[in-house]
């Protein structure tokens, strides 16, 4: 693989939205509530912002920078961050306030994007409310696919997936991709993320240079909002 063809429904999301998306299930349900991944959103959030000089690094703490917030997840974590002198306690502070909340604002910015919409729900036949469902399940687990295709060893140009499978990693998130060898997955991703519990080499070349460089810039931010899960899985046994 040689580049990454995200679906058209999701090629203009953004990181964070891009990693709440593929975290979905095929079967159509949003990502999960209970357990979700609110820190590595969060997380993933504040390095787009970063990036994007919506936020800026002023001394030793954050500040509101000129530029624009990409989407509405990304403009409300920008209001929830806290304004401070210290990075790390404005992280600390922000994940304390906003990680319970992270997915839900994630899956309320992917419904007002269109990817997610109400759906009656009937139990029994009998009309109960409604409920959030993918709008293109299609569309998901060809993304999703994709992300598995890395997982399993394929090679992609694509820094912004390089990237999430680094995010899948230090969240613990491999396995909700459902990959066919949750292990070697595992490994790879740690790989990627130039953490492979064997020594094994990390991959070479621009995209794994960039990729390496996100994550050291990654650690700045997932370690005080609370993002990097010591993974406990088979691969790293």
Known sequence: MTATP????SAALSLPLRLAWVLAREDGRPPAEVGGPGPLLLGAAVLQLLHDGAIERRGAGYVRGSGDAGDPFEAWVRDELPAGD??????EVLAAHASGRATR?????????GLLREEPRRVLGVPL??????????ALRHDRALVREVLGGAESR???????????????LVA????????????????VAGDAPD?????????ADAVRATVEAMHVVLVPVGAVT???TTAHD
């Open 199 to 207: 020594g094994s080499p990390s991959p070479q070349g621009p995209v």
């Open 6 to 9: 995200w679906s058209a429904a």
């Open 86 to 91: 210290d990075g790390d306690h404005q992280l």
């Open 158 to 172: 694509d820094v912004a997936l390089g990237a999430m499978i680094a995010y899948l990693h230090h969240g613990g």
């Open 105 to 113: 604002r994630a899956i309320g910015a992917l419904t007002t994007l």
């Open 176 to 191: 909700h991709l459902e990959p066919d060898d949750v292990h070697a997955a595992e490994l790879r991703a740690a790989r």
């Open 129 to 138: 409310g409604r409920h959030l469902r993918v709008a293109d399940t299609d």
């Open 230 to 232: 010591v993974v406990t």
